[in-house]
């Protein structure tokens, strides 16, 4: 899967590239095989809000014109991941199952 990420006020270095790597695509990629590599094209945005904490925004479209969106804000970027990850999981299994 190919995550095109970005960063607000978030400096995007490679330990982070590889935390969303290990956290995000490794796990997502395992619900998505069916798909070809080109129809699995995501966005996440990591930035911080007022408070300091790390707001993510994901999105991918799926076949079907289906829209997987999650978002989730924590105090630190591991936890943040985690969360989406578990969101994105249920969402893409519900839309496996339509």
Same mark, same amino acid.
């Given at each position: 899967?190919?995550?095109?990420? $970005?960063?607000?006020?978030?400096?995007? $270095?490679?330990?982070?590239?590889?935390?969303?790597?290990?956290?995000?695509?490794?796990?997502?990629?395992?619900?998505?095989?069916?798909?070809?590599?080109?129809?699995?094209?995501? $966005?996440?945005?990591?930035?911080?809000?007022?408070?300091?904490?790390?707001?993510?925004?994901?999105?991918?479209?799926?076949?079907?014109?289906?829209?997987?969106?999650?978002?989730? $804000?924590?105090?630190?970027?591991?936890?943040?991941?985690?969360?989406?990850?578990?969101?994105?999981?249920?969402?893409?299994?519900?839309?496996?199952?339509?």
């Amino acid at each position: 899967m190919n995550i095109q990420i $970005t960063g607000d006020n978030f400096e995007l $270095t490679d330990a982070v590239k590889k935390l969303v790597d290990e956290k995000i695509n490794q796990k997502l990629e395992k619900f998505l095989t069916t798909f070809a590599p080109e129809m699995k094209t995501a $966005t996440l945005r990591i930035e911080y809000d007022k408070l300091k904490n790390v707001h993510l925004r994901f999105d991918i479209y799926l076949p079907g014109k289906e829209k997987i969106f999650s978002e989730t $804000t924590h105090k630190f970027l591991e936890s943040a991941l985690i969360d989406l990850e578990d969101q994105l999981e249920r969402q893409i299994k519900k839309y496996r199952d339509l």
